[in-house]
C-alpha cells in the first residue's frame, strides 16, 4: 500500500521560502527499477497543475528533474532516499503560488529528446497525498 504524507504548508509573506516534504511509503522499486515522484497544485477554481517531478532509474542510477515555466528558478525538487522522503524547496514565493500542493507518485514516465521523465498530467500519476496548504500574501 503505497502511502504518501505532506508536510511543511504554511502562511508566508511574498519574497519568502517554504520547504514541503512527503513522506513516501510502500512506493517500491522492485520489480520495477524506476519511477516518478512530483509535486502538483491545485487552487480554487484552478485545473490542478504540475509543478515539479523527479524521475529516477535505480538500474542506471539516472535522476531528471522537471519544473513547470512558472517555477524555474524559484523551486527546487529533490528525493532523500534514505528517508523516502520528497522535497520541494520554495524561494521568492508569490501571491500566485498559493494553492493546495499535492504529492504524487506513478510509474508512467515520458519520453522527452534527452530521455525518460515524469509526465506533467496529473492522470498519469497513481498515488496521491491529502495535500497541504501554501498561501503567499503580498
Known amino acids: 500500500q503505497v502511502q504518501l504524507v505532506e508536510s511543511g504548508g504554511d502562511s508566508v509573506q511574498a519574497g519568502g521560502s517554504l520547504r514541503l516534504s512527503c513522506a513516501v511509503s510502500?512506493?517500491?522499486?522492485?520489480?520495477?527499477?524506476?519511477?516518478?515522484l512530483a509535486w502538483f497544485r491545485q487552487a480554487p477554481g484552478k485545473e490542478r497543475e504540475g509543478v515539479a517531478s523527479?524521475?529516477?532509474?535505480?538500474?542506471?542510477?539516472?535522476?531528471?528533474?522537471h519544473y513547470a515555466d512558472s517555477v524555474k528558478g524559484r523551486f527546487v525538487v529533490s528525493l532523500d532516499n534514505a528517508k523516502n522522503t520528497l522535497y520541494l524547496q520554495m524561494n521568492s514565493l508569490k501571491p500566485e503560488d498559493s494553492a493546495m500542493y499535492y504529492c504524487?507518485?506513478?510509474?508512467?514516465?515520458?519520453?522527452?529528446?534527452?530521455?525518460?521523465?515524469?509526465?506533467?498530467?496529473?492522470?498519469?500519476?497513481?498515488?496521491w497525498g491529502q495535500g497541504t496548504q501554501v498561501t503567499s500574501s503580498s
Open positions: 510502500g512506493y517500491a522499486y522492485t520489480p520495477y527499477a524506476y519511477g516518478c
Open positions: 504524487a507518485a506513478g510509474r508512467r514516465p515520458v519520453w522527452r529528446s534527452d530521455g525518460y521523465y515524469c509526465p506533467s498530467e496529473s492522470d498519469m500519476f497513481e498515488y
Open positions: 523527479i524521475y529516477t532509474d535505480r538500474s542506471t542510477d539516472t535522476s531528471r528533474t
